[in-house]
């Protein structure tokens, strides 16, 4: 078959691209569907609790990945400096994931448990007091800021549709369970029931009347990477 | 059209009537272009048999090499341990003031404490040491130590960590005092440290210091702290921490307001302890770890 006879049928030529295209396909998206088989299985991963969820969207609305990644590679240097490498499991609940592709600033994958809320609140309100050779801007305005959580139930039932597993009881207690994880001393039992004992709990904002949005991002970043229990040994390969 | 003749065409021809008809010419690929070309589709098979690639149904092509990046980097830690063992055995034997005695081991437990300072330490005590006001955390570079400024002493700081609570005193903030005696404190506190104050206040301020207020229980009768000062004739427990409010040294600032804020709210400080909790959850540092960074600040310029 010669250029010709292709280009002059167009029929011809229209079977002949989607035959191309259908292969391409094939190649680029069937393997897609099998990727569960290169994902491990960890003990510990759980879905986010609301106030880390809360957290997890003004980590998003601040753009904060623009300039930190979560994603700790499996390189000598990364391991020395982050800890273990970050699994596949460990972003199984995060729609979209956060291993981001830039790091203006360091790795954040597991930051929970690194410093103190005093810190993280000091370190939000003027980064260069804390470290005066960093370039990450100022955001004052998140201790200044109430959190707005009344939409919190919907946004986890939303997250149902595409495979976060919150129970019905998750979600009704929403706003309950979220108030009991940002306020000092509250009574926790039933949130640590219904989201087990890994979580930081805490004012974290350091302003003990209210919640705000220093309070979801801080208990956020405190949890990262805290999950997954590594206390036992962990697979290095399936 | 210089080319015509010389190159071969598609065979279509158009536009006959305008006495230049277009041809569609078929110019081949440079050769090395084209066999280049083949050889990276050759070479991806061969990447396919021999590394990991396609995820199938219930497991992953895993190739002949059996090679994976997790395997590599315990491969390569490994090599790192293995090359570092004969130090860190040393290290580990040696007592803290011969590691400082001797040149090579002092200067490898300085790079090794400097690499892990910065990582676990700089994010509060700044890089090199250098402290932040922002949130009280001290500075390492200066002989002005809270509680032991040994290499031991430091040692022992970053082991165990520390717990600072100065109570607040102010009646609002849950303290004893009136406003008007934590203004009588600040003014007595101030006085100390040679700065110009109401002189009336700052007897009242005393007499409250050394008595009602028992902040001499841990400043010390003189307010020089818990590290040199005496209570009653007697030394103040160091493990106290308390600053010495009578140099120019201040942990939360020494104007006027941060000390009026320190004294009516209080203040609390921690200092992890590095030796507890677990590793990948709580940052744990081993012992030869914490040996490391404890000859590196110790180093910084203000080790006794």
Known sequence: ?238 | MSEEGKVETTGHQWDDNEGYPLKEFNNPLPRWWLYSFYATIVWSVVYWVFYPTWPMVTDYTRGLLGWSMHSQLAEELAEAEVLQKPFNDRLEKMSLVDITRDPQMLQYAISGGKSIFGDNCAPCHGSGGTGSRAGGFPVLVDDDWLISGTIEGIEDTIKNGHTALMPAHQADFGGAFKTNQVDDLVQYVLSLGGKPVNKEAQARGSELFKGEAGCVACHGDSGKGSAKDTTGGQPVEKSIGAPNLADGIWLYGGDEKSVRLSIAKGRSGLMPAWNAGTEGVNRKLSPLAIKQVAVYVHSLGGGQ
């Open chain 1, 1 to 238: 078959m010669n250029h010709a006879t292709i280009e002059k049928s167009i029929p011809l030529m229209a079977i002949l691209t989607l035959v191309v295209v259908l292969i391409g396909g094939l190649v680029e998206i069937v393997p897609l569907f099998y990727l569960k088989s290169t994902v491990v299985e960890v003990k510990g991963m759980r879905p986010y609790t609301p106030l880390e969820l809360k957290g997890r969207d003004i980590y998003l609305k601040e753009g904060c990945y623009n300039c930190h990644s979560q994603m700790i590679r499996p390189f000598r240097d990364e391991a020395l400096r982050y800890g273990h490498y970050s699994l596949a499991a460990e972003s199984m609940y995060d729609h979209p994931f956060q291993w981001g592709s830039k790091r203006t600033g360091p790795d954040l994958a597991r930051v929970g448990g690194k410093y103190s809320n005093a810190w993280h609140q000091a370190h939000m309100r003027r980064p260069q007091d804390v470290a005066p050779e960093s370039v990450m801007p100022p955001y004052p305005w998140l201790e200044k800021t109430e959190l707005d959580y009344a939409d919190i139930a919907d946004r986890m039932s939303a997250l149902t549709k595409v495979g976060v597993p919150y129970t019905q009881e998750q979600i009704t207690n929403a706003i309950t369970d979220l108030k009991a994880q940002a306020i000092f001393q509250s009574d926790d039992k039933n949130l640590k029931k219904r989201y087990g004992d890994r979580m930081a709990l805490d004012d974290f904002d350091g302003i003990p009347d209210k919640i705000t949005e220093l309070d979801a991002l801080v208990a956020y970043l405190q949890m990262l990477g805290t999950l997954v229990d590594f206390s036992t040994p962990q697979p290095q390969t399936r």
